[in-house]
């Protein structure tokens, strides 16, 4: 029985809700298909068709030894590793560290420690679903800022804020559009916003960005105390499964952060793979370059097809799948039935197109072949 009426004295704005979808795993379309998993092309949920680091699956398979153990509640070595890792952008220490189920437990862990139900969070049109949600499980409301271009408008984003703000969210590169703002447009709304707003910037793909062209986030930590960076290892560094991700920040606000997490919320397993992983910049560094010839695949093919498509900064590419509000639900069915999986955008009120995540040559080669077919 659904309702619109609470029977439990749960926050208005939980009727808003409905659970985040997920892409469909390749074993249910498996099933559902009679078909083999093998044949199965999986372009959905942005993971990394390398794999991870070999260094991360052997320091996991190290870590089963010690698994009656409770995981290090402080992720000590995780946070030298980040510390580490960071050390060219700023100075860092654990205190500057909240470590995460995934990131999406760290945007969550900042939502209930500073967004109340009186108050709100600000972000962008076709801004990535995870701060809707936090927000309204909180009771808070959201402010919502039109896009340009389907891009975060970051003037108009900090001239949204108001007095009962206490969180604004931005997402570069956006997920499920793939747009990005560049570092002196950050800056600037740094500069505008009030400095008991929180601004959190979501970097859970800047791994994919050309490192030539990249002006480190984390380095502005040090004259913007109210900035909180969150990073994961979910999408380059391949360790979707493990959920581990970080938010760096002041350590006056690590500090309320930490006061909110679950003391145990990252397992030994996902400490030991991360810590490999951010050891291994050769493995992100070979994903990247996969990504960024295989991208160009994608857009020729879309440009042969005339299909418009939404340049991306990211690890996969969103397509105009037609004019119509079902256009992006019919192609994904139809790719679906050729063991295609994809990501349809109506819940984003994206209607018309399609994200498809970046693979293997071969996958991709697949899609595009299939796409040609069913377009
Ligand atoms: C995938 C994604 C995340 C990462 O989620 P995890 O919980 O770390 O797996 C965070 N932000 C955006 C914008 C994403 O697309």
Not at 5 to 19: E, G, K, V
Not at 188 to 203: A, C, S, W
Not at 267 to 286: M, T
């Amino acid at each position: 029985m659904t309702t619109n009426q609470p029977i439990y004295p749960a926050y208005p704005t939980l009727n808003d809700i409905t659970p985040y979808k997920t892409g469909k795993p390749i074993d249910e379309l498996a099933r559902e298909l009679n078909m083999p998993i093998a044949n199965i092309v999986k372009l959905a949920s942005n993971e990394n068709p390398l794999g991870c680091s070999p260094k991360a699956t052997e320091a996991m398979r190290e870590a089963l030894a010690d698994t009656a153990r409770y995981p290090d509640g402080s992720g000590y070595y995780l946070k030298e590793a980040i510390v580490a890792h960071h050390a060219d952008e700023a100075v860092l220490s654990h205190e500057n560290i909240t470590l995460g189920n995934g990131s999406n437990d760290v945007l969550d862990i900042i939502t209930r420690t500073f967004v109340s139900h009186a108050d709100s969070t600000v972000f962008s049109q076709y801004a990535f679903a995870v701060y809707w949600l936090a927000t309204k499980a909180v009771g808070a409301d959201t402010v919502i800022v039109p896009a340009v271009d389907y891009a975060h408008d970051l003037p108009a984003i900090a001239k949204a804020i108001q007095p009962n703000t206490k969180v604004v969210f931005l997402a570069n590169p956006n997920n499920p559009t793939g747009t990005y703002f560049s570092h002196d447009a950050l800056v600037t709304l740094l500069d505008t916003v009030p400095n008991d707003v929180i601004v959190v910037l979501d970097e859970a793909y800047v791994e994919y960005f050309d490192p030539s062209e990249y002006q480190s986030s984390v380095a502005l930590l040090d004259k913007y105390a109210n900035l909180i960076v969150s990073r994961t290892f979910s999408k380059a560094y391949g360790l979707a499964s493990l959920r581990v991700g970080y938010a760096l920040s002041s350590p006056l606000i690590a500090d309320l952060l930490n006061r909110i997490r679950q003391p145990f919320n990252v397992n030994s397993f996902a400490q030991a793979g991360a810590i490999a992983a951010l050891k291994d910049q050769d493995f992100v560094a070979q994903s990247r370059v996969l990504n960024t010839e295989q991208m160009r695949v994608f857009e020729q093919a879309f440009g042969e097809l005339g299909m418009d498509y939404i340049p991306s900064k990211a690890n996969f590419i969103t397509v105009k799948a037609g004019e119509s509000d079902t256009a992006g639900n019919a192609l994904y069915e139809a790719l679906l039935q050729q063991g295609i999986i994809t990501r349809p955008l109506a819940g984003y009120g994206m209607g018309q197109w399609l994200r498809v995540s970046v693979g293997l040559a071969a996958e991709n080669e697949r899609f595009v072949e299939v796409l040609k077919r069913v377009k």
